[in-house]
């Protein structure tokens, strides 16, 4: 059956899709024999829609998931979603806020979960459409979502065996807090942004004197209400005579001590660091060695609390503002500095975060960071790009305690409860009815939330039904590849093997793929605020998915960034349009087949089936070392460069294709097919359109999704003929770049002369018709003497020449004196340039790009100088 005009996505893709999954293509059975290959895919926050990161995502894992489908294994590619607690509930009390004018505190806990479990279930629809609009291969029978009652199983049998192991605890501690989220943040989930700032020096006099003070440095005035002892470096001698005595706290007139510490930087500010435990995480560890205590001075809120007396209830920016003035007046004040310094902000709502002490629960994560570090260092797990492994382990051996409780209605509830009688915990699995240890039955549960990625790092095992013994889990876990971007790469990659190796004691997977970054076509990062967000739906929506896959693909380099372009994607669009103009050319002419019959005695035959062959092993060998853009770039050459502009030009002249039709010739057919498996993965749409319109196919699999990928062949080696057959495309390209160069007709037919060695010759003599149609050529004289330069322009070629009579060129007296004339030009040029490279002036007082472009222009001249003069010799013009 003929193909349409031409391929259209919008009208085909989405029923090809549903025709997979009536199909039952994506769903593997853990009952079955086969080794299975499992991939789950990062969870989507239920925040909103998919971005260009996720479509990246969804094509690089559907690449690895469609092949290993092909290649036998028994897959499971896993959905879900996940319930994002502090983004999830940060949106949708905007959206109460911007739709009711009304607040979460208002609606009350239940009613506002009511309210988010339904922005959920609208969102995740969403993301579900998309991704099958993708084209995304997932088994959506096993779609999971982190607050799932069998994830949440999972999540307090997590928890449970964590604390009953001693590494759960609660405790008072230096946290960072977002007043904007009110709650606790761990210290990934803070992004420090250099800002412009200032540096104050204030006067903290000595007690009893009114004459001698220390000159105090700090970027946070405000925090000064919360001042418990200035501290100077042990072997500063400024400060030696300071240590162990009392300063007055300015403003305040509180007594603080004097400490040595080594924690102290002399050489930063003045070299006395004033000590504030209550909200600066290293001041907390020096008033721990010191038994300083904890003054907290701001609220939840980041406003100044009642320990702040006369400053109560102002914010830190009107608080700071108001104790510089009241310092300046008092004459207190020194002196201050603009200075550029680091501000942590919530990774969330990019508020600046107040370091705050608080009661919060945190995991011991230096224990379960062992095994972790060590899988990674024995190989067990490896990291690509593998220069992200020094990463990993920097970050591994240095790992603080993890603290997991957020102070948020949107997550996993803490399993613990309070009684009100003996005031001990209960920690369980199970929701129970009274206290384990005085039978009270007034018990109440933690209100804090888990923090998300305590859930997220269960997903390898939590969504096959863990902590049972599933036939889901005996089948599919550990996975095998864990696919994401390298930003999470401590949020969520470390912690599932943490968590994973503690709780299973196995890897979770034995490969994480870390994607580049997704950028604008500028390199610029994508953010709505700049307007230069690019959305997948709306390019799939022009171009079609398998354009956008294959661009993704084919631009998804190790180590840089992949930056998102329409021009690239149309690129990739045309590639798809010349895959089906070459099919509907092959269908034409030999879709009336019925079985393959491959002549492999044709010497254009051979050296296609092995080319085909050496990009099977190429797109293997890539895939399996997750270069995605080589694989891309390996079938497109094939497919674009060799079998279209080679192959079927080869087979469309005459006497050729009729010889193919008389024989029952299959090998443009077989050879498409092939293509059509090889390309699956990656351009899944197209390849299944094409190939459910062959006349026959090499399995009888419904779709080309469970037919077998294609694999390196021996018998289709044939190395001698693809020398010789390079020969003559070589030939035909030089010969077609004389005619170009000395702007010879495309209408006008040349003579050739082919000289060489006569064993060259013989092997080109064979493809005389298709050299002479290919490069319009009414005759070649095959020559074992020389022809004479002088009346002949040649193209020399490794082992042969061809040359070409000058008569065709006519009358060049126009054209010799037009090149001298540019000649001239160009010498000119070069001198001035090269005058201002030996000018002692311009080489000392000019830019470096600017001589480097200099530089740049004489390097072009000389290039030209030399071209030009070398064309006017082959013209006789010198």
């Not at 806020?97 to 979960?113: D, I, P, Y």
């Not at 003579?751 to 290919?774: H, R, Y």
């Amino acid at each position: 059956m003929p193909l349409e005009n031409q391929f259209e996505p919008q009208k085909r893709e989405k029923k090809l899709y549903e025709q997979w999954l009536e199909w039952g293509v994506f769903t593997p059975s853990a009952d079955s024999q086969k080794k299975s290959y499992t991939i789950v895919l990062p969870p989507p926050n239920v925040t909103g829609v998919l971005h260009m990161g996720h479509a990246l995502t969804g094509t690089l894992e559907d690449i690895l998931i469609r092949r290993k489908r092909m290649q036998g294994f028994n897959v499971l590619w896993l959905p879900g979603t996940d319930h994002a607690g502090i983004a999830t509930q940060m949106v949708v009390e905007r959206h109460l806020q911007a739709e009711s004018k009304t607040s979460r505190h208002v609606l009350g806990r239940e009613k506002f979960l009511e309210k988010v479990w339904e922005w959920k279930d609208k969102s995740q629809g969403t993301i579900i459409s998309q991704l099958k609009t993708l084209g995304c291969s997932l088994d959506w029978s096993r779609l999971s979502f982190t607050l799932d009652e069998k994830v949440s199983l999972a999540v307090r049998e997590c928890f449970v065996r964590l604390y009953n192991d001693g590494l759960i605890y609660r405790d008072e501690a230096i946290i960072q807090w977002c007043p904007r989220c009110r709650t606790a943040l761990s210290d990934l989930e803070v992004k420090f942004k250099e800002v412009k700032g200032r540096f104050w020096k204030i006067k903290y006099f000595l007690e009893g004197s009114q004459s001698e003070f220390l000159s105090v440095a700090t970027t946070r005035p405000e925090t000064l209400l919360g001042d418990l002892a200035v501290a100077v470096h042990p072997s500063d001698t400024r400060y030696r005579k300071w240590v162990g005595k009392k300063v007055k706290l300015p403003l305040v007139n509180r007594l603080i001590p004097v400490v040595s510490d080594e924690y102290v930087d002399p050489e930063f500010g003045t070299g006395a660091l004033k000590i504030t435990p209550g909200h600066d995480v290293n001041d907390y560890v020096v008033g721990k060695r010191h038994g300083l205590g904890v003054l907290t001075v701001f609220d939840d809120d980041a406003r100044v609390n009642d320990k702040g007396g006369v400053y109560c209830g102002l914010t830190r920016e009107k608080a700071r503002d108001q104790i510089v003035e009241d310092l300046k007046k008092a004459d207190l004040w020194i002196e201050e500095e603009e200075r550029p310094h680091n501000v942590g902000h919530c990774d969330r709502c990019s508020t600046v975060v107040e370091p705050k002490v608080s009661a919060q629960w945190f995991v011991k994560a230096d224990v379960l960071a062992k095994p972790a570090i060590e899988a990674v260092q024995t190989k067990k797990i490896r990291i690509l790009p593998e220069e992200w492994e020094k990463v990993y382990f920097e970050w591994m051996n240095n790992i603080r305690p993890w603290c997991i409780s957020r102070q948020l209605w949107w997550g996993h509830r803490i399993p613990v409860w309070y009684c009100k009688d003996c005031s001990k915990m209960t920690v369980a699995v199970k929701t129970p009815s009274q206290c384990q240890h005085c039978e009270s039955a007034k018990i109440t549960q933690e209100e804090d939330v888990l923090d998300t990625w305590f859930s997220s790092g269960l997903w390898p095992f939590s969504t096959l039904g863990w902590p049972e013994e599933t036939a889901d889990f005996k089948t599919f876990y550990p996975n095998d590849v864990l696919e994401t971007g390298f930003d999470i790469l401590f949020f969520w990659v470390a912690r599932m093997i943490m968590l994973g190796m503690r709780m299973t004691g196995k890897i979770p997977f034995h490969t994480v793929y870390l994607h580049p970054m997704v950028r604008d076509e500028h390199g610029q990062k994508m953010s709505k605020t700049k307007g230069n967000v690019v959305d997948p739906l709306e390019i799939i929506d022009r171009m079609g998915a398998d354009s956008l896959r294959f661009f993704l693909a084919w631009n998804a380099f190790h180590g840089r960034d992949l930056r998102v372009s329409d021009e690239g994607v149309e690129g990739c669009r045309n590639f798809a349009t010349k895959l089906w103009n070459v099919s509907k050319f092959v269908l034409m002419h030999f879709g009336h087949l019925k079985e393959s019959h491959c002549d492999k005695s044709n010497l254009t035959n051979q050296w296609i089936l092995s080319r085909l062959n050496e990009t099977k092993k190429q797109v293997s060998e890539s895939l399996e070392t997750y270069r995605f853009f080589e694989a891309a770039q390996s079938i497109y050459h094939f497919l674009w460069n060799e079998f279209c502009d080679w192959f079927i030009e080869f087979a469309k002249e005459k006497n050729e294709l009729e010889s193919r039709k008389a024989k029952g010739d299959s090998t443009a057919l077989d050879v498409l097919e092939e293509v059509l498996r090889l390309l699956h993965p990656f351009m899944p749409f197209v390849a299944e359109a094409i190939w459910q319109e062959l006349p026959y196919r090499s399995s009888q699999e419904k779709s080309i999704s469970l037919a077998a990928y294609p694999e390196f062949q021996k018998e289709n080696v044939f190395t001698q003929t693809e020398e010789q057959v390079q020969r003559v495309i070589e030939v035909i390209e030089k010969t077609r770049t004389l005619r170009g160069t000395h702007k010879i007709a495309g209408s006008q037919e040349i003579g050739l002369s082919l000289w060489g060695e006569a064993t060259v010759l013989q092997a080109l003599k064979p493809f005389q018709d298709k050299i002479q149609k290919l490069a319009r050529a009414d005759k070649i004289d095959w020559v074992t003497t020389r022809p004479s330069s002088k009346e002949n322009l040649e193209i020399v070629l490794k082992d042969c020449s061809v040359f070409m009579s000058k008569s065709y060129l006519g009358d060049l007296s126009q054209e010799i004196e037009k090149q001298k004339k540019q000649l001239q030009d160009k010498k000119e040029a070069l001198a001035r340039a090269e005058s201002k490279l030996t000018n002692e002036k311009f080489m000392g007082g000019a830019p470096e790009a600017v001589k480097a472009g200099v530089r740049k222009q004489a390097e072009d001249l000389k290039a030209e100088v030399v071209g030009i003069e070398r064309y006017l010799r082959e013209i006789g013009g010198t």
